[in-house]
């Protein structure tokens, strides 16, 4: 049986524990590997190391840990095959997807590299005579990473890669669902050299290792990608130390439909959105609301091309476009769900079940209509692959029904009329808006939520500007002095 092992100060550990949490393969339920659940002891070993690592880290030129970066990622595009595999297998996910992470993921390390020869202080007027004000941006010292399952490759070099370049080192978690692409991770971390202590990955379960992370004194900055139940966990876990954190929550994205949108482009993205990861990403589109003019249209094809889905196991059938949800767990919440909306009268216009597959988590992708905005389903995160339809006469109303969520990371808009579209732009409260398109986010964008879908955001100049804090300086000097 594989066994992914710690990764410690530059070495790979055998963990003091017995305790072994199994990896299965969600498209057909086997046990793939398995990882130690690591102590608080061995934890704080990864939190120290990362500390006794971080002074000589940051002394490097900003361009020298950039190279440690671009090692790295020209490793992962040399393992490309492997890395698929192996994310496919563990988390679900179909081969064009896994492929798409892992370029995504090589490209995100280069991207944060780049920002090294980038990333500047300022310089300020004094109020007093002789004197300049400098602002230096400063590391913020050992960063605690705590990962989901859904995007679990890409999301350690979103959290690696700007700490990293920044002067920081890492402690990071993966999920118990999800550890073996970080094994992998940490195998290349070690490839390229990069100086003992300054990543590390540790296993275990969030209310023992990850709840260390979160409350040791030593981390600067908790960085948690997640559910709104953990995050609000890790904030009053972080809060004993006023440890800084940045959350990445979770989504109840809206998408809206004008009468007078290109509708077979809005079927086929906000299907694509829906089906992606099997409906298990942050940004998929899983509130619809269409102009009343155009829903019965809309319905019918969106609900042809939902029914049409093909689904599979990525590793053995080919040209899928989804693959299982990630475990019973899962499963139940999404059949649950369904099951009380249409209890409380909402229409199945396609699926509503279980698929009849003798192994995995699969659900049939499915079309919910005739609900109402109080239902549960309307504001709780589904996580798989159920689209809602609701309609609307105008666009204050459609604005006011997106809003109505505690919620705010993506949200979508489809229409042919540029007034229309600035105005929804202006008006929907959300971190994210696309305009005539769905997901995904750009390396060089920022993505953050509002209300409950996070703290801070990831990406880009102002996500790399989350693991930098300023120091001022005010220099005094006199002028008589030759
Ligand atoms: P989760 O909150 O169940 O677990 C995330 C991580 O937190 C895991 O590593 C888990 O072990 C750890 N954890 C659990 N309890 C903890 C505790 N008490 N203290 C510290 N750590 C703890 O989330 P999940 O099911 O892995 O991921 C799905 C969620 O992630 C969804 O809500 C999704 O929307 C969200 N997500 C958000 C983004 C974003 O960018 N906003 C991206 C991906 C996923």
Request: aromatic residues 8%; negative net charge.
């Amino acid at each position: 049986m594989k066994r992914c092992q710690p990764y410690i100060d530059g070495q790979f550990v055998v963990s003091k524990t017995t305790e072994m949490i199994p990896v299965t393969n969600p498209a057909t339920g086997e046990i793939i590997s398995e990882i130690p659940e690591c102590t608080i002891e061995e934890t704080r070993q990864a939190i120290e190391a990362a500390e006794s690592a971080q002074a000589s880290w940051a002394k490097l030129p900003a361009i020298e840990r950039a190279g440690y970066l671009h090692k790295i990622a020209q490793k992962i595009r040399e393992n490309f095959h492997h890395l698929v595999r192996v994310i496919s297998e563990e988390q679900g996910k179909i081969i064009s997807l896994a492929e798409a992470e892992v370029n995504f993921t090589a490209d995100y390390m280069d991207y944060m590299a780049e920002w090294a020869r980038r990333y500047e202080g300022e310089i300020i007027p004094s109020d007093r005579p002789n004197e300049h004000i400098l602002l230096f941006k400063v590391p913020i010292g050992v960063i605690g990473g705590v990962l989901p399952w859904n995007f679990p490759f890409l999301l350690i070099a979103r959290k690696m890669a700007p700490a990293l370049v920044t002067g920081n080192t890492i402690v990071i978690k993966p999920s118990e669902e999800t550890p073996n692409n970080a094994f992998e991770f940490a195998k290349l971390a070690a490839e390229a050299g990069l100086p003992a202590g300054v990543f590390n990955v540790v296993y275990g379960r969030g209310g023992v290792v990850g709840k260390e992370l979160a409350s040791n004194p030593k981390i600067g900055m908790i960085s948690f990608t997640g559910s709104v139940d953990t995050g609000s966990k890790i904030m009053a876990a972080a809060a004993k130390n006023i440890t800084k954190v940045s959350l990445e929550l979770g989504g109840k994205a809206p998408a809206i439909v004008m009468d007078d949108a290109d509708i077979e482009l809005a079927v086929r993205s906000i299907k694509a959105s829906r089906v992606i990861n099997s409906g298990q990403a942050c940004n998929c589109a899983e509130r619809i609301y269409v102009h009343e003019k155009i829903a019965e249209q809309f319905i019918a094809e969106i609900s042809v091309a939902m029914s049409s889905t093909k689904y599979g196991d990525p590793l053995i059938e080919t040209d899928l476009e989804m693959g299982p949800l990630i475990n019973e767990q899962g499963l139940a919440k999404v059949e649950s769900l369904v099951a009380s909306a249409v209890a409380a009268g909402a229409k199945v216009e396609t699926g509503g079940k279980r698929a009849s597959r003798d192994k995995g988590y699969f659900y049939e992708p499915t079309v919910l209509t005739n609900l109402s905005h109080d239902m549960e389903i309307m504001h709780k995160e589904i996580f798989g692959p159920v689209l809602l339809i609701m309609t609307f006469k105008d666009l204050d109303e459609a604005i006011a029904l997106a809003n109505d969520s505690e919620y705010g990371l993506t949200s979508s808009i489809y229409t042919q009329n540029l007034d229309i579209a600035m105005r929804a732009c202006k008006e929907i409260k959300f971190g994210e808006t696309y305009v005539n398109r769905e997901n995904f986010e750009a390396i060089q964008g920022f993505h953050a939520g509002m209300r409950k879908s996070g703290i801070g955001g990831a990406d880009g100049k102002h996500g790399l500007e989350e693991y930098l804090q300023t120091h001022i300086v005010y220099i005094q000097y006199d002028m008589s002095k030759k």
